[in-house]
């Protein structure tokens, strides 16, 4: 069964500062993995897919990594501002969707 | 504008009184699936369903049922709803299944079980 980690839990940044998120997961066989942003209350955005084939992907100032091998992929956020605290989730595809518990991030103006 | 939509946002009922959640789509795709988020547990799925007419059990099919008679929709729906019902949840979207394609969410349904 696939068990996807994402550390921290929680992060508070001062506006501008780089975002690093974590994400990790136990069976490296999978089609894709794809970062959404959940903000309170509200539903699910899709920011970032990575098939299982790619590195990296890039959007904007977000860039998210994939290391099958490791079981491991990170999401960037480059210059934070207030507007990207938010939850970000990780969710890994092999047959199905499985979800990380999420990294809840603040950022002080 | 592409796009799920979930009705209602927001129920609050008791427990025994049947309800259905509607969820619809826009974008002809043809994997549709039904998610519940709890603190602690995150997002786990309840249905999901290839195509029309074809539906198969998540991690925690109990106590749900969903029928897909039309492609856009996909409604969830509790015969006897019990406290441990109560949740967030989403209805979500893909073009063919969930290998290889991006996922669009619902905003999501509130549901209390009193």
């Known amino acids: 069964k696939q068990e996807v980690t994402q550390i921290p839990a929680a992060l508070s940044v001062p506006e501008g500062e780089n975002l690093v998120l974590n994400c990790s997961f136990t069976d490296s066989a999978i089609y894709n993995l794809q970062w959404f942003r959940q903000d309170p209350g509200k539903g699910l955005t899709s920011l970032l897919l990575i098939q299982s084939s790619q590195r990296e992907q890039t959007s904007g100032r977000l860039n998210a990594s994939l290391d099958k091998s490791s079981g491991r992929s990170t999401l960037y956020i480059a210059a934070s501002q207030p507007g990207d605290s938010a939850t970000y989730l990780c969710?890994?595809?092999?047959?199905?969707?499985?979800f990380g518990a999420g990294t809840t991030v603040t950022v002080r103006a | 504008e592409a796009q799920v939509t979930q009705n209602p946002r927001y129920l609050i009922t008791v427990t025994g009184k049947k309800l259905t959640v509607t969820c619809s789509q826009n974008m002809n795709h043809e994997y549709m699936s039904w998610y519940r988020q709890d603190p602690g547990l995150g997002l786990r799925q309840i249905y999901y369903?290839?195509?029309?007419?074809?539906?198969d059990k998540g991690d925690v099919p109990e106590g749900y049922k969903v029928s897909r008679k039309e492609k856009r929709n996909f409604p969830l729906i509790l015969e006897s709803p019990s406290p441990n019902q109560t949740s967030l949840y989403f209805c979500?979207?893909?073009?063919?299944?969930?290998?290889?394609?991006?996922?669009?969410f619902g905003p999501g349904t509130r549901l209390t079980v009193l």
């Open positions: 969710a890994v595809c092999d047959y199905k969707l499985s």
């Open positions: 979500a979207s893909s073009l063919v299944g969930v290998d290889g394609n991006e996922q669009f």
């Open positions: 369903s290839m195509n029309v007419e074809v539906t």
